[in-house]
């Protein structure tokens, strides 16, 4: 019997830390994980996708150097190959219009950092559960 294939995750985060928590975290739990520590370089590497190759869910920093990710998540999703995958906007902003600008340009949702791994686990089963649903 063939293995399911790995969840794909793409994290941006100019925060080398959180970066690798992810790597070993997300890593730990199974999942394939590729991390872009500038939204220049995440957007060169989403841009140069081939069908199919899209990640199953993207964790997204909103305040980064050059793009923030509002802007990045707004461009991800006017891409063909990425336009469906579900993002999860990640910052240490907590005020209403960070919120509402991240789920304005297309996060599904949003986790304040610090975060533990078992909230950022949840979200992700979450928003792979709901994109399933939305594009079978």
Known sequence: MAEAPKIKIVAVDNDETILAMYEIGLAACGYEIKTFASSDTAKEYFASLKAGEAPNVI???IIMPG???VSLMHEIHSM???ARVPII???GLTDSATLNDALLFGAMDYLVKPFDMETLKTKIRTALEVSQKRNP
Do not use: I, W
């Open 59 to 61: 964790l997204m920093d």
């Open 89 to 91: 906007a990640v910052s």
């Open 67 to 69: 793009m923030d990710g």
């Open 80 to 82: 063909d190959n990425t």
